[in-house]
């Protein structure tokens, strides 16, 4: 199984753009990529997959370099609502989602 | 209801009792996924079904835990002779594909809010 390695946690401000980087040295081809959200007494929540290079949604932007061994989420203009755990996984058959332990964003005032 | 329900939301448990939590996943979704998340860290896969069939029970930490789909639908996972160490929130998904499935590694898992046990 793909292990990542992602920042124990971060800080930033209201209105800043935040990119948090997840390391995934051994990618497999078939592997994709895929970005959770935590909020406390919640359960994860998706965010945004891909495969390579750039893929956007309403919540986020997902960048995947060529070589695809590490990927970045970029949340532009985080609110205090942000402030939770989010999870880098790296799909791999069968048993599909490995957790690490996250990076915990903290959006302050 | 729209998303996956978990019951109950709490449980307390003496050590040495035998629990059982149950998961309703979103209507049609065949996979159905167990984990177990401790305090402070990521989930932790347990067990997933495809309709009714168990097929990747690996993660499971001991003989004591249990899990069920028979009707392919609702889930329970059940914990016999619970110890302190079962202490954790445990967290049901459900998804769309079928694990078999080479999109399988596409999918998106939707997590039902958890069932925190707590064993004294």
């Known amino acids: 199984l793909a292990k990542t390695t992602q920042p124990i946690s971060m800080d930033s401000y209201e209105g800043q753009e935040v990119n948090i980087t997840c390391s995934h040295n051994n990618i497999a081809t078939n592997d994709y990529i895929t970005w959770y959200q935590q909020f406390p007494s919640q359960g994860p929540r998706f965010i945004i997959q891909g495969y390579k290079t750039k893929v956007t949604n309403e919540v986020a932007s997902l960048f995947i370099p060529a070589d695809r061994k590490s990927s970045t989420l970029s949340l532009p203009r985080v609110s205090l609502s942000d402030t939770a755990v989010y999870y880098c996984l790296v799909a791999s058959l069968p048993r599909q989602l490995t957790f690490g332990s996250g990076t915990q964003l903290t959006v302050l005032p | 209801g729209a998303g996956v329900s978990q019951s109950p939301r709490y449980k307390v448990a003496k050590r040495g009792q035998d629990v059982a939590l149950r998961c309703d996943p979103i209507?049609?979704?065949?996979?159905l996924f167990w984990y177990q998340q401790a305090l402070g860290q990521g989930p932790e896969f347990l067990t997933y079904?495809?309709?009714?069939?168990?097929?990747?029970k690996s993660g499971l930490p001991s003989d004591r835990f249990f899990a069920e789909r028979p009707e392919g639908s609702v889930s329970t996972l059940k914990i016999q002779r619970t110890q302190q160490e079962d202490s954790a929130v445990y967290l049901c998904a459900s998804s769309l594909i079928n694990p078999g499935r080479r999109e399988f590694i596409k999918n998106i898992q939707y997590f039902g809010a958890g069932t925190r046990l707590s064993v004294l």
């Open positions: 209507s049609g979704h065949v996979s």
């Open positions: 079904f495809q309709n009714e069939a168990q097929l990747d």
